[in-house]
């Protein structure tokens, strides 16, 4: 049980163009979903974290205007890259938690973002 | 500012034998940790955890230890098998923000040799 999946695995788009990712929890319901970002040979750094029905909470430096969260259902959450450009090349995975606060979050397997 | 660090980005051991892989941070407010393992293609998987009001925890073939002085945990894998070859991501959080606020180390890629 606890399955997270994620899509697409990998995306490669022009700069300037808007990419969506989609992460799902597949056998259980999520309370709370989190994206998190990592470049190379750095750690995972958590970007924000959404609420079922809420917005999302976002961290420090992280541009909610460019990157636009939507948790509307208990078993989806959606990342979208707007107006990407090169810097925002990344792997993005997300994870996701059945009760708040106390759970251990499961991660899906990423998604391997390429803007040219 | 790395507030968790993993120094050995690789680690390698022989079957059998015990793996440890280490885990400092600087942030007093952490009190709880964790380590995931993470295969090719695959999320992070959660692994075992220790809230600081304990210095070992045990599951298995996995033992955390935490030193609350030193600011340094440990994952110990005793007998390591071939299939615990894989990145070890340790990771630190502040009570008050639950299991919610995660900060990752950068990993440490265990190979076991046969």
């Known amino acids: 049980g606890a399955v997270v999946s994620q899509h697409p695995s990998r995306v490669i788009c022009k700069s300037g163009t808007s990419v969506k990712i989609e992460c799902r929890s597949l056998?259980?319901?999520?309370?709370?979903m989190f994206w998190y970002r990592q470049f190379p040979k750095q750690s995972l750094m958590l970007m924000a974290t959404?609420?079922?029905?809420?917005?999302?909470?976002?961290e420090q430096g992280v541009e909610k205007d460019k990157f636009l969260i939507n948790h509307a259902s208990l078993t989806l959450s959606t990342l979208t890259v707007t107006s990407a450009h090169p810097e925002d090349s990344s792997f993005y995975i997300c994870?996701?938690?059945?009760?708040?606060?106390?759970?251990?979050?499961?991660f899906g397997p990423g998604t391997r973002l390429t803007v040219l | 500012d790395q507030q968790v660090k993993q120094n050995s980005p690789s680690l390698s051991v022989q079957e059998g034998r015990i793996s440890i892989l280490n885990c400092d941070y600087t942030?007093?407010?952490?009190?709880?940790f964790l380590w995931y393992k993470k295969y090719p293609a695959e999320g992070p998987t959660f692994l075992i955890s220790i809230s600081s009001i304990k210095d070992k925890n045990e599951d298995g073939r996995f033992t955390v230890f935490l030193n609350k002085s030193a600011k340094h945990l440990s994952l110990h894998i005793v007998p390591s098998q071939p299939g615990d070859s894989a990145v070890y991501f340790c990771?630190?959080?502040?009570?008050?923000?639950?299991?919610?606020?995660?900060?990752f180390g950068t990993g440490t890629r265990l190979t076991i040799i046969p």
């Open positions: 942030n007093s407010m952490f009190d709880y």
């Open positions: 959404s609420n079922e029905g809420s917005k999302a909470t976002y």
């Open positions: 990771a630190s959080s502040d009570s008050n923000f639950g299991n919610e606020k995660l900060t």
């Open positions: 994870s996701a938690s059945r009760r708040v606060r106390t759970d251990t979050q499961y």
């Open positions: 056998d259980f319901q999520a309370t709370t």
